[in-house]
């Protein structure tokens, strides 16, 4: 078995561009699927403790449902993922206005963000890895958004089961950034997700109103649902009678990571499915995560013999944090010409006893 990446045709998208679905495979049997459309991962075959293959991630096998209203599965996310509170903010003495799409508020770039857009596509081989380079330019004024943005995310994948994803972003004008993956993982390969052990790198978090925005100071994790520093099922305090829970119907929340430093690429999260052995280690450069446990969906979508159920996935988004462009003590997420926005994130796979 070899490192290899395979193209073919994967439909038209609704502004008539031919799209393409890349097969990535390494030579431990893990294969990754991903589409020019929105950078989208449509498929993680990954193996358990006895060596069997399953789709740990959500999707859909053919383009369509990609284009309707899809709740970001394996999609990348831009310019601004997470929440921006009524879409609006200064910027150098300058109001602008978002799209707003999320009630009250702009989530994830808009309604045409990055993960609706056909991005140019470039296999990559290498003697340890293999790789998709995607590129998308984002016009001024593209959602709202001040200036032209040229945007580059490149997956890699190698033989340790690791799926890096690297973002590269510049500006000819002061403009928010903060790009993500949101894949959606459930390890066992169907069923809930409750039954999953997780823990995050965070000693505090920030609280939310009942519009997902964030009220302001950070919180300790200490003693609430979201202490996570120490291996828990997700199900486990998920229905507590607590305000947070309520305010996101169950974990909807941006993590405060522990960071040795700025900026270093550190473990953030780690997923651990019991019953198949799997493990998802999440490493990133970025000093949030965003864990949402799926409380969104209803069962009404399906695809590659899934039905898409309540808490069935969950997604784990290195971010910046929700709201910063109206929060001058969140860390800064202004990309201004000169500068160059660049961070990474990687997905570990492994095994357990």
């Known amino acids: 078995m070899e490192l290899s990446i395979e193209q073919e045709p994967f439909g038209t998208s609704p502004d008539g561009e031919p799209l393409s679905l890349y097969t990535l495979r390494n030579r431990s049997g893990m294969v990754v699927r991903i589409t020019n459309y929105g950078g989208i991962i449509t498929a993680m075959h990954v193996p358990d403790r006895h060596g069997n293959l399953a789709d740990v991630t959500f999707g859909f096998d053919e383009p369509e449902p990609y284009f309707g209203d899809c709740p970001y599965f394996g999609a990348l996310i831009g310019r601004y993922g997470n929440r921006i509170a009524a879409g ?47 590129t998308h330019h984002s016009p001024d004024g593209d959602q709202g958004y001040p200036g032209n943005l040229d945007v580059t995310v490149t997956y890699e994948l190698n033989d340790a089961n690791e799926l890096l994803v690297k973002f590269r972003a510049t500006t000819d004008q002061a403009t928010p950034v903060n790009l993500t993956q949101h894949a959606y993982f459930n390890l066992a390969g169907r069923g809930t997700i409750l039954g999953h052990e997780l823990t995050i790198n965070a000693d505090r978090y920030t609280p939310i109103d009942a519009n997902a925005i964030p009220l302001g100071p950070l919180a300790p994790v200490e003693d609430t649902p979201f202490d996570f520093r120490t291996p828990q099922t997700v199900g486990a305090r998920i229905d507590e009678d607590d305000e947070q829970l ?5 974990y909807d929340h941006n993590f405060v990571l522990n960071k040795p430093q700025p900026d270093m690429l550190s473990l953030a999260a780690t997923v651990r499915d019991p019953a198949s052995g799997r493990v998802l280690e999440l490493y990133t450069q970025e000093p949030g995560v965003q864990f949402y446990s799926g409380n969104f969906l209803d069962g009404t979508l399906s695809g590659k013999g899934w039905q898409y159920g309540h808490r069935q996935g969950l997604c784990l988004e290195p971010q910046h944090y929700p709201d910063s462009p109206n929060r001058p003590d969140y860390p800064n997420t202004i990309l201004r010409p000169g500068e160059v926005y660049a961070t990474r994130s990687m997905y570990r796979f492994t095994t357990h006893a």
Do not use: C, Y
Not at 105 to 133: C, E, Y
Not at 246 to 250: D, F, H, S, T
């Open 246 to 250: 309520r305010n996101g119907l169950g």
């Open 88 to 134: 609006t903010f200064e910027l150098d003495g300058k109001r602008v206005q978002l799209d707003v799409n999320n009630g009250p508020n702009h989530l994830h770039g808009g309604t045409r963000g990055f993960h609706k857009v056909a991005w140019q596509a470039l296999p990559m081989v290498g003697d340890l890895s293999i790789g998709l380079k995607l």
